[in-house]
Nanobody, 123 residues
Framework: QVQLEESGGGLVQAGGSLRLSCAASGRSSSYAMGWFRQTPGKERELVAAISRNGDSTYYVDSVKGRFTISRDNAKNTVFLQMNSLKPEDTAVYYC?????????????????WGQGTQVTVSS
């Protein structure tokens, strides 16, 4: 089992940057990690994911070239660097852990969730 805690959200102007962090209790290196986001009335969307050893990543098309997911297994932490932010990136961002990137993409298997952090991008 793993517990996740996000930090780094906030208010930023369009074109700005934010870096989200997700600290995991337990051994996060046993899990693929991902960042989802959700806005009111919409389904939670996988934004980015990274494999257990960091050699494979996934990005939704809308963030490719702007967001970068990374992880530090020694510190049980995963990051999401968000650059060139747009108002449409505004959402609650959730950190998630599952056995594989495929599980995160398919929303299959058991997923652990953080409590979420708000990101607001003003125009």
């Amino acid at each position: 089992q793993v517990q996740l805690e996000e930090s780094g959200g906030g208010l930023v102007q369009a074109g700005g940057s934010l870096r989200l962090s997700c600290a995991a209790s337990g051994r996060s290196s046993s899990y693929a990690m991902g960042w989802f986001r959700q806005t009111p009335g919409k389904e939670r969307e996988l934004v980015a994911a990274i494999s257990r050893n960091g050699d494979s990543t996934y990005y939704v098309d809308s963030v490719k070239g702007r967001f970068t997911i990374s992880r530090d297994n020694a510190k049980n932490t995963v990051f999401l660097q968000m650059n060139s932010l747009k108002p449409e990136d505004t959402a609650v961002y959730y950190c998630a852990a599952a056995l594989s990137v495929l599980d995160l993409r398919r929303r299959s298997g058991h997923t652990y969730w953080g409590q979420g952090t708000q990101v607001t991008v003003s125009s």
